[in-house]
């Protein structure tokens, strides 16, 4: 939704006795928008959507791969808006990119693990409904933010904590994750334990490692101080020890949430695009 624009017209300069209007400022650059949302789930009165980014010209007959990004809010706030930029930044490189919604304690008054359980919903959405959506069911990443890169790495680790009556024969499972400062250790020390106590092994994804886990990227800041950079090592080194792809990429003195587009001068997100499409390209998600 593009910002409202207001023209001002400044006072007149007095030049060679005739007047020159200063010229109005340039438009600032529309935002991204979705092409689409689509309900992916109800629960009573909860609608929840996904906000579709596609390629230009994209049909439904393509196979595409596809990408789903969950905000981060700490599992209380967050808005879906904040993956746009990155949405829209893969879908002009022909991924399908989606920012799902999911429940948070502010709105709907939810713990974590109601997070997981939308985070896992929204996935099998996409990968059953992979044909109407022009997408590559085999091909289908997670991603996320914070609280939203631990619903992204709690598709692709955690086995249980499944909506009722949801059909698990559909795998929720991504081909890739993609996660920004993710709260992933959720034990003791680790973030949100005090909100788990001992459930933690249910939902923390440090603790459902296994070899189905899927190649990941991870981006942290060496000041974060809700993730030590010794979290982020221990997931990396987990993972390497199955013979997993993972990649730490660790930016030297940010804090958390440094990634975001509207962060600093913007060089640290464009850095995460660069790193992001790299590692994508790596494990084939993308193909040139």
Known sequence: MSSAITLAFCIA????????????????????????QIQFKQVGDVKLHLHVFEPKGHKAEARRPAIVFFFGGGWVGGSPGQ?????QHLADQGVIAISAEYRVKSRNKTTPFECVKDGKSAMR???????KLGIDPNRIAAGGGSAGGHVAAATGTVP??????????????????????????????GYGYQKLKDRYKEISPLHNIS???PPTIVFL???DKLIPVATGE???????????????????????????????????YRKTLREMDRFLRQVRFIRD
């Open 234 to 268: 221990k997931f990396r080194d987990k993972m390497k020890s199955l013979r997993i792809p993972s990649e730490l990429i660790l930016f030297k003195d940010r804090g958390h949430g440094f990634f975001n587009q509207n962060k600093g001068d913007g060089n640290d």
């Open 160 to 189: 249980g904590v499944n909506e009722e009556g949801e059909d698990t024969s559909v795998s929720c499972v991504p081909c890739a994750m993609v996660l920004f400062n993710p709260v992933y250790d959720n034990g003791p020390g």
């Open 83 to 87: 993956f746009y930029p990155q949405c």
């Open 125 to 131: 959405y996409v990968r059953s409904h992979a044909s």
């Open 13 to 36: 300069l007095q030049v060679s006795g005739t007047e020159e209007p200063v010229k109005p400022k340039a438009k600032a650059p529309a935002k991204p928008m979705p092409t689409k």
């Open 221 to 223: 800041g060496t000041k």
């Open 211 to 213: 070899k189905k886990t």
